[in-house]
T-cell receptor, first 113, second 110 residues
Framework: EAGVAQSPRYKIIEKRQSVAFWCNPISGHATLYWYQQILGQGPKLLIQFQNNGVVDDSQLPKDRFSAERLKGVDSTLKIQPAKLEDSAVYLC???????????FGPGTRLTVT | GQNIDQPTEMTATEGAIVQINCTYQTSGFNGLFWYQQHAGEAPTFLSY????GLEEKGRFSSFLSRSKGYSYLLLKELQMKDSASYLC???????????FGTGTRLQVFP
């Protein structure tokens, strides 16, 4: 069974630029999550989708972050414009259904200079 | 509010046993997960406890006491490859989302 795929693996941008990350969850997993993990901290949930609907986006900085999961499969997370404090690893995870164990992708390491 | 506490770092010797503790305070509790995360890699699922008691899975065991807001992960017969961060995460029953602790960085020495 293929795992959660993410791209790109690494991205370096200047502040105020835009960036987008892509995630393809495990086949059949209805729930998809985007997390931000700052160095030395645990992952922090940004947004949770159930199929193509948003379940929780309470910690998403909506003035600059957006995410979508149009067909209930792949998802993209966008930051526009980026700030220095957005430097982190962005992890995508999926689970068969809400509350079940989550499987994480390899993450995208973003550096904002 | 929600608060999860874990020690920041621990060290142990190859072949030994180590216990990583996690205490939590959440407005609603619906299960506790342990994840392992090697440096530069994604977290991988280790265990899930929703009822009190001990869950054993090979060299790893996880314990939960809901009345005390306490869990531990026990690693036996430590191997060098067990050097990693161990993340405790609580599922909040009100929001149904996982709240992660900051993780415990374990270093295993020969």
């Amino acid at each position: 069974e293929a795992g959660v795929a993410q791209s790109p693996r690494y991205k370096i941008i200047e502040k105020r630029q835009s960036v987008a990350f892509w995630c393809n969850p495990i086949s059949g997993h209805a729930t998809l999550y985007w997390y931000q993990q700052i160095l030395g901290q645990g992952p922090k949930l940004l947004i949770q989708f159930q199929n193509n609907g948003v379940v929780d986006d309470s910690q998403l900085p909506k003035d600059r972050f957006s995410a979508e999961r149009l067909k209930g499969v792949d998802s993209t997370l966008k930051i526009q414009p980026a700030k220095l404090e957005d430097s982190a690893v962005y992890l995508c995870a999926s689970s068969l259904e809400r509350g079940r164990e989550q499987y994480f992708g390899p993450g995208t390491r973003l550096t904002v200079t | 509010g929600q608060n999860i506490d874990q020690p920041t770092e621990m060290t142990a010797t190859e072949g030994a046993i180590v216990q990583i503790n996690c205490t939590y305070q959440t407005s609603g509790f619906n299960g506790l997960f342990w994840y392992q995360q090697h440096a530069g890699e994604a977290p991988t699922f280790l265990s899930y406890n929703v009822l009190d008691g001990l869950e054993e899975k090979g060299r790893f065991s996880s314990f939960l006491s809901r009345s005390k807001g306490y869990s531990y992960l026990l690693l036996k017969e430590l191997q060098m490859k067990d050097s990693a961060s161990y993340l405790c995460a609580v599922r909040d029953t009100n929001t149904d989302k996982l709240i992660f602790g900051t993780g415990t960085r374990l270093q295993v020495f020969p």
